[in-house]
Each structure stands twice: as C-alpha cells, then as structure tokens.
C-alpha cells in the first residue's frame, strides 16, 4: 500500500497508460480522480474502478487538458471529494502524423495546447495544494513525456517536440518547488500497446498480430510495452520510495534509447 493517504489527480485517464496508472495506485491505497476529455469512456473506466476497489475513492472530472479553466476546476473537485492533492501525473497527450514540412501553425497550437501548455495549466492549478501537501509530508508531479523526446523520427515532430519541452519543464520545476517539498519527475515511454494504437491498425487494414510484430527494432526486448509496464515506474516515482529522486528523466522504453 504505497500511495496510501495520497490522492492524485491524473489527465488522459479513461484508457491507455492514464487507465494504468489509475488501477495501481487504487491498488497501492491511494483516491485518485480521472480526468479526460471522453464522458463516456470516462464514466465507464469510473465504473470499473469503483466496483474493482471502491466507489468512494474514484471521482472523475470531464474536461479538454487544453482548458485552462478547466484544470482549475479539476484541481477544485479533487480537492472538495478528497480534502487534499498530493501527486499529479499528466498523462494526457495528442498526437499529429505531420511532417515538419507541412505542419501550419493551427497543427503546431492543437498539439502544444494539450501537451505542452495543458501539462502547465494543471501544473499551475495544482501546486497551491501541492505545497500544502509537501509542508505535510510530501507531493510529487510526474509528467509522462515520452523516449521519442530524446530519439528522432519521421512525422511526428510536433508530438515528439511538445514532449522534449515536458522534460525541460519537469527540470525547471523541480528546481522551483523544491523548497516546497515537491518533487517533480518525468517518465520517457516507448511503444506501448494500447486500444488507441490497435484502432489506428486496424483503420490500416492490420492485424494485432501484425502489429505486435512492428516493434523488433524500436526497443532491445523486441516488442511493445503493455500500460502496466509504464504504470508501475509512474507509481514508483509518485511513492515515497522515490523520496529523493526530483529532477529525473526515467525512460521506460525497453532500451530504446540505448540503441
């Protein structure tokens, strides 16, 4: 029981890694709220949840990460259903199949308005109640950034740019909140097999078999990650067992990165 006593707010939490991190740290005795733009997927991954461990420690809060009003209110809910923030984890990212080339400016601000600038708006929302939880014993903010910030690729630079900008804020951070008993890490996934990436195969015409099978050369295990996978280190660093890690780039990436 890892988490027990902290409550965290997590964005792009209805599938994929957010969904993730949300069943571990249930599980490791902490109240979570998810936050994602998907009512619907929302409500049913609260669903889940709550008859898995307990209606009374989920709540969930709909808005786009891009609203900076929004994250203003989600930090708010929390704070109202579970007295308290300790741990934020911003998860919740878009992504752009666009070449350098021809990325216009409204595809640079769609994609920096959800991974860069929304990741600062619940940062900003957040740490009011962060340092009240640090002074008490501690809080932590984990930004889910991505191995891809630190490995080129074709068509993806808008995502991949937005998520090398989280590692610069998560170091920036983490010098500005220290004082306040705030630790701030990041964590660096590589391929993760997820519902998002098996509906895009199969929009192509791919089998999961076809495309479990992608992978050979983008990580040293040769295959993709499942969410637990990136879940756990997420976990691990939102613990106290991590009480003096701050600052950090963890890449949870099969050894991508060490190719």
């Known amino acids: 029981m890892r988490l027990t006593g902290k409550v965290a707010l997590i964005t792009g939490a209805a599938a994929g890694i957010g969904a993730a991190v949300a069943q571990v740290f ?18 049913a991954r609260s669903d889940l949840l709550g008859r898995e461990f307990s209606p009374g420690r989920v709540r969930t809060y709909c808005a786009d990460v891009s609203d900076e009003v929004g994250a203003c ?15 934020l984890v911003n998860n919740a990212a878009m992504r752009h199949y666009i070449s350098l080339e021809k990325a216009t400016r409204v595809d640079w601000q769609a994609v920096l308005n959800v991974n ?20 008490e014993g501690g809080a932590s903010i984990v930004n889910v950034s991505s191995c891809y910030a630190l490995v080129g690729r074709k068509e993806m630079g808008l995502y991949d740019a937005t998520k090398a900008a989280m590692l610069a804020i998560t170091r920036t951070l983490a010098h500005e909140e220290a ?12 391929s993760t097999l997820t519902a ?6 199969r929009a192509q015409g791919k089998t999961i078999e076809q495309l479990k099978g992608e992978r050979h050369a983008t990580s040293l295990l040769g295959r993709w990650a499942n969410a637990a996978e990136v879940a756990w280190p997420i976990l691990w660093l939102a613990s106290d067992e991590a ?4 600052g ?7 050894g991508l990165t060490a190719m």
């Open 243 to 246: 009480s003096f890690i701050s």
């Open 26 to 43: 249930l599980r490791e005795g902490a109240r979570v709220m998810l936050v994602d733009s998907d009512v619907g997927e929302l409500a």
């Open 196 to 201: 998002f990436h098996e509906k895009r195969a």
């Open 179 to 190: 004082e306040a008993g705030i630790r701030v890490n990041a964590v660096l996934p590589g």
């Open 73 to 87: 209110a989600a930090v708010q809910s929390t704070v109202d259903a579970f007295g308290c923030l300790t741990t």
């Open 248 to 254: 950090a780039s963890l890449p949870v990436d099969g």
């Open 116 to 135: 860069t600038l929304g990741a600062v708006s619940y940062c900003q929302a957040a740490l009011p109640s962060l340092r009240k939880a640090g002074r």
